[in-house]
């Protein structure tokens, strides 16, 4: 015989699935809508050196030779490599079809997310104008990792949430699946995803603590062991099961010598405050797109301030909610970010989300019609990111626009005697244009005599890789596009490298 409390619970279970169904349909729309507008306005080239390292990789899998550089982001390769082996795609069709979706499940999961704490209204508002937020549409139509690590990330949270308020194995598992997923895509997020996985485990017991671990180690075998195995098969300093250990040491190491990675280099007050712009008022000016023009910078710099200072003014117990669950992982990500990694802001696309909510929130718990001014948000960033995005579409990067260029100018049988010392550009021209001579990072005074002798011209992206005496640099051209397009490479000089006696 049932007793009211089972018919109550299982009331309350039916009601629960009824209303995930629903919310599913919708997020899948959400997800649809998203990649399409994504993938029609992708990027027509590989923009960046590791979006050319990642192509690299599908075509041998490399870590000694950089394709791609350490940790390998072994579940973007293999993503990828489904779509070039299995379906016939380009390499830059396929990795850029990767980023799509995971831009479109990033959308996806935070409507979401932001449903369950905030409610449907809210949550639409929130997907919709995360979609057009420039960092994230500029970076999920790339050929980049951030795009499907934050989404996996996001979908765990969304995984972790559920488990917060009605423990199951299911959602235990879904939790620590896309844990692992999302590590798998982007390692470094490791930490990340397992201060998610484990903050509401708390109170549980311990073995609802081995299941979850039991499942994340389990998911992350699938990506690590094939990763291990494949490199202690190639030519390296280090041979057989320690060749990927020794690859994750020497980034690691490689860090240490770059002030503009690691924060320890060089602790002082001016380089925290210069980090300190590029990395967080960096989610402002590009991220949210102010640096698009002056005026631009005007009117989103107010609007933003209107919408932070009304949310504070009107913060209530459901933000504070929010906040307790949110603020532990986006504080680890923010840290790892500032202190180990440049301030490319792709890096903080897992935070804009947040960012949205203090702007948007206040905005929308305005008293009666005011509230409609919320949509002046999404309406503002419409207006930098689809100007953004066709120009971003039409146009390829700087340094692909400088490939061109040269090969322009210098047919096939010319082109192996023409010397390119370059620090920037030089992975897209061993994609676009192996047959030009390039030596990378390395100065003048190192290439051969017989070589630059032979040279009929000699140019270069970096005039402090080609300061000696006797010669003398010429600029030639420049490329650029905005920074809120993309930031890196968003300026490219060609110098012509010439002795002193040269015309």
């Known amino acids: ?20 169904r629903r919310m599913s349909v919708k997020a899948a729309l959400i997800f649809i809508a998203a990649f399409v507008l994504y993938l029609v306005s992708r990027s027509p080239a590989l923009d960046e050196w590791d979006s050319v390292q990642f ?68 949550a639409w508002l929130l997907a919709g104008t995360l979609a057009v937020t ?16 934050s989404g996996l990330l996001s979908a765990e949270l969304y995984w972790s949430l559920r488990l917060r308020t009605r423990p199951s194995c299911k959602k235990l598992a879904a939790a620590a699946l896309f844990a692992a997923a999302a590590t798998g895509a982007r390692p470094q997020l490791l930490p990340v995803a397992l201060l998610i996985l484990l903050a509401p485990l708390r109170g549980t017991s311990a073995k609802f603590w081995l299941t979850g671990g039991a499942i994340f180690i389990a998911g992350c075998l699938v990506w690590l062991l094939p990763t291990c195995y494949s490199q202690s098969a190639l030519p390296g300093p280090v041979s057989g099961w320690r060749s990927y250990p020794a690859q994750l040491y020497s980034q690691w190491r490689w860090r240490f010598d770059h002030p503009g990675v690691f924060i320890g280099n060089e602790v002082s007050p001016t380089n925290i405050a210069s980090r300190f712009a590029v990395h967080i008022l960096g989610w402002f000016g590009i991220g949210l797109g102010l640096l698009w023009s002056p005026w631009v910078l005007v009117a989103g710099a107010l609007l933003a301030a209107c919408g932070l200072v009304l949310y504070v003014a009107r913060f209530d117990a459901r933000d504070g909610d929010f906040w ?53 948000l999404p309406a503002f960033l419409m207006s930098v990111s689809v100007p953004a995005a066709m120009e971003s579409h039409r146009e390829p990067a700087p340094p692909i626009r400088l490939v061109q260029f040269l090969k322009r100018r210098y047919p096939p049988e010319q082109r192996r005697n023409v010397v390119l010392l370059l620090s920037h550009c030089q992975r897209h021209f061993k994609w676009y244009a192996p047959d030009f001579t390039v030596y990378e990072n390395t100065p003048l ?37 905005s920074v809120v397009i993309y930031g890196k490479h968003h300026d490219v000089r060609l110098f012509r490298v010439q002795r002193i006696n040269e015309p």
Request: with cysteine; glycine share 8%.
């Open 445 to 481: 005074s190192a290439v051969p005599a017989e070589i630059l002798a032979a040279a009929k011209a000699i140019y270069t992206d970096e005039p402090r890789q080609t300061r000696a005496r006797g010669w003398q640099l010429v600029l030639d051209v420049e490329f650029s596009r």
């Open 55 to 122: 192509a690299l990789g599908l075509r041998e899998f490399n870590l000694w030779k950089h394709q791609p550089h350490p940790p390998g982001y072994p579940l973007y390769i293999f993503l990828g490599r489904v779509g070039t082996r299995w379906l016939g795609w380009s390499p830059e069709f396929a990795l850029e079809s990767v980023s799509c979706a995971g831009g479109a499940l990033f959308v996806a999961a935070w409507f979401c997310i932001v449903r369950l704490q905030f409610g449907e209204r809210f």
């Open 324 to 376: 307790k669950i949110h603020w532990s992982w986006a504080a680890l990500l923010c840290a790892i970010v500032f202190c180990f990694l440049p301030g490319d802001q792709r890096y903080y696309m897992p935070i804009m989300p947040l960012l949205l909510v203090a702007v948007l929130r206040g905005l929308f718990q305005l008293p009666g019609a005011l509230r409609f001014g919320a949509l002046l």
């Open 1 to 20: 015989m049932k007793t009211t409390i089972d018919i109550g619970w299982r009331s309350g279970v039916d009601l629960e699935s009824a209303l995930l």
């Open 134 to 149: 420039p960092l994230v549409w500029m970076t999920a139509t790339r050929a980049l990792t951030d795009g499907l690590a």
